[in-house]
């Protein structure tokens, strides 16, 4: 099974709309985040947002929040008031298990699009 | 601060051959990984250190070495390059650690080809 789902493939948007990324994850741990990453067309990779499974309240970072919904293991990506630039791959990725154990899984990633 | 650099930016191999990348970072950061981009796909982690001297498999360590001699650096190294090797490969650090939640720098990324 899959680790982390990310199901729409590409997303189409009005500009200045809010957009909401869908994501999904399967661990049996108890602690856990999840990641967010933004590749543009240039193809560097960016850091937006991270959630810890014991974090109590949904991460925020700017005009990105995270809902975190345990119980159903979700973690979608809501960016408010879409601009053009904000066109590109998102990521949604999880690491599993306390202690140093640094590995970290990906989804394949949702393509969006900012229509002007 | 440069952040995380990569070289080379471009390589093509004939398959057999061998080839070490390179990724530096000026941050000080423990934290250093591997990973491979293959089209379509998201990131997959190759290796990983948490330390000078030290150094962990990810998801897909089959064909690659890693060295963290010095702090700064973490060399992936290809023996005997395959034509499933071809593909984006990024290095990222981190102050913390994903553990922590703590931010991933990423380098621009080499591309190769194995022909």
């Known amino acids: 099974a899959q680790k982390i789902t990310q199901t729409q493939p590409g997303m189409f948007v009005q500009e200045k709309e809010a957009v909401t990324l869908d994501c999904t994850y399967d661990?049996?741990?108890?602690?856990?985040?999840l990641f967010w990453y933004k590749q543009p067309s240039s193809g560097e990779m960016i850091f937006l947002i991270y959630?810890?499974?014991?974090?109590?309240q949904n991460a925020t970072e700017g005009r990105y929040s995270l809902n975190f919904q345990k119980a159903r293991k979700s973690a979608n990506l809501v960016i408010s008031a879409s601009q053009l630039g904000d066109s590109a791959m998102y990521f949604c990725a999880m690491r599993e298990g306390p202690g140093r154990d640094d590995k970290i899984i990906f989804g394949k990633g949702t393509r969006l699009h900012i229509l002007p | 601060n440069a952040g995380v650099t990569q070289t080379p930016k471009f390589r093509v191999l004939k398959t057999g051959q061998s080839m070490t990348l390179l990724c530096a970072q000026d941050?000080?950061?423990?934290?250093m990984y591997w990973y491979r981009q293959d089209p379509g796909m998201g990131l997959r982690l190759i290796h990983y250190?948490?330390?000078?001297?030290?150094?962990a498999k990810g998801e897909v360590p089959d064909g690659y070495n890693v060295s963290r001699l010095k702090k700064q650096n973490f060399l992936l190294g290809l023996e005997s390059a395959a034509p499933s090797q071809t593909s984006v490969y990024f290095c990222?650090?981190?102050?913390?650690?994903?553990?922590?939640?703590?931010?991933?720098?990423f380098g621009p990324g080499t591309r190769l080809t194995v022909l």
């Open positions: 661990t049996s741990d108890q602690s856990y985040g």
């Open positions: 250190s948490v330390g000078e001297g030290t150094t």
């Open positions: 990222a650090s981190s102050y913390l650690g994903l553990a922590s939640g703590d931010t991933q720098y």
């Open positions: 941050m000080n950061h423990e934290y």
């Open positions: 959630q810890g499974s014991y974090d109590e």
